[in-house]
């Protein structure tokens, strides 16, 4: 015969599981009405904000977004900070401050801080908790604390097809060349050409491409077998099982 308190740990026990059920499926509902896009874009008015970029709830800082312009079909990731001046309700001028374009993946947690130009080409996908800016503080004067002094900006374009890995910061005057990866926890500076891996603090390329000579050094595995050319698009969503219907896409 269960006692009374057997029986008031158990109903105990299942209330907790149905408030956890109700709590996920709740902070689910929350997350899908919390996302940006330009079809629900809340409280933001961003200067472009493609067809089918998602920014997912809950949102980073962002402000000015006045001066942000993403690209279709990108999809920004949890608390990702997009910013552009150093404070919100600045007057920032005409030209956008910070541009990601389509296609675009960005790691939850990252932090795209602009207070001159940020230029993010096409299909840049990112790790999380990556950090890019085109400002560092200055610290020549001693006698004035270094949160003071005014700071130094340099713009930073990251090339098209670019993986940037978790961890890296791509530091003010950084220029990356179009399909280059970096390596996680990597700090960038300087130009990085095109086809080329880096890695280090400071980042050093470890790994090019050539039409002459390939990549060198030369990798020790095969790449990947590519899909045949003529897949069809209902084959592909039946090889994978996923749904890769573009918004708007009838079944």
């Given at each position: 015969?269960?006692?009374?308190?057997?029986?008031?740990?158990?109903?105990?026990?299942?209330?907790?599981?149905?408030?956890?059920?109700?709590?996920?499926?709740?902070?689910?509902?929350?997350?899908?009405?919390?996302?940006?896009?330009?079809?629900?874009?809340?409280?933001?008015?961003?200067?472009?904000?493609?067809?089918?970029?998602?920014?997912?709830?809950?949102?980073?800082?962002?402000?000015?977004?006045?001066w942000i312009t993403?690209?279709?079909?990108?999809?920004?990731?949890?608390?990702?900070?997009?910013?552009?001046?150093?404070?919100?309700?600045?007057?920032?001028?005409?030209?956008?401050?910070?541009?990601?374009?389509?296609?675009?993946?960005?790691?939850?947690?990252?932090?795209?801080?602009?207070?001159?130009?940020?230029?993010?080409?096409?299909?840049?996908?990112?790790?999380?908790?990556?950090?890019?800016?085109?400002?560092?503080?200055?610290?020549?004067d001693t006698e004035?604390?270094?949160?003071?002094?005014?700071?130094?900006?340099?713009?930073?374009?990251?090339?098209?097809?670019?993986?940037?890995?978790?961890?890296?910061?791509?530091?003010?005057?950084?220029?990356?060349?179009?399909?280059?990866?970096?390596?996680?926890?990597?700090?960038?500076?300087?130009?990085?050409?095109?086809?080329?891996?880096?890695?280090?603090?400071?980042?050093?390329?470890?790994?090019?491409?050539?039409?002459?000579?390939?990549?060198?050094?030369?990798?020790?595995?095969?790449?990947?077998?590519?899909?045949?050319?003529?897949?069809?698009?209902?084959?592909?969503?039946e090889l994978i099982?996923?749904?890769?219907?573009?918004?708007?896409?009838?079944?």
């Amino acid at each position: 015969m269960p006692t009374a308190s057997s029986l008031l740990a158990a109903v105990r026990t299942r209330g907790r599981r149905v408030a956890g059920r109700l709590v996920h499926r709740g902070w689910t509902w929350v997350q899908g009405v919390g996302a940006v896009s330009n079809q629900s874009p809340g409280p933001y008015r961003f200067r472009e904000l493609g067809d089918g970029t998602k920014l997912a709830f809950p949102l980073g800082t962002v402000f000015n977004e006045q001066w942000i312009t993403i690209g279709p079909f990108s999809i920004i990731g949890e608390r990702v900070t997009i910013s552009a001046g150093f404070v919100p309700g600045l007057d920032l001028g005409d030209e956008p401050i910070v541009r990601i374009g389509g296609g675009c993946v960005i790691g939850r947690g990252s932090h795209l801080v602009g207070h001159q130009s940020i230029t993010l080409g096409d299909d840049v996908w990112t790790g999380p908790f990556v950090y890019i800016t085109d400002t560092a503080h200055s610290y020549h004067d001693t006698e004035l604390p270094i949160g003071k002094q005014w700071p130094r900006n340099e713009p930073v374009e990251i090339g098209s097809g670019s993986w940037i890995g978790t961890g890296a910061v791509i530091l003010p005057g950084a220029k990356l060349g179009r399909n280059v990866v970096v390596a996680a926890g990597s700090v960038v500076r300087g130009e990085v050409p095109d086809f080329a891996v880096v890695a280090g603090a400071p980042a050093k390329v470890v790994r090019s491409w050539s039409e002459v000579e390939g990549w060198q050094p030369p990798f020790r595995h095969e790449p990947p077998t590519a899909l045949p050319g003529d897949l069809t698009a209902d084959q592909l969503r039946e090889l994978i099982g996923w749904d890769l219907r573009l918004p708007g896409e009838g079944s």
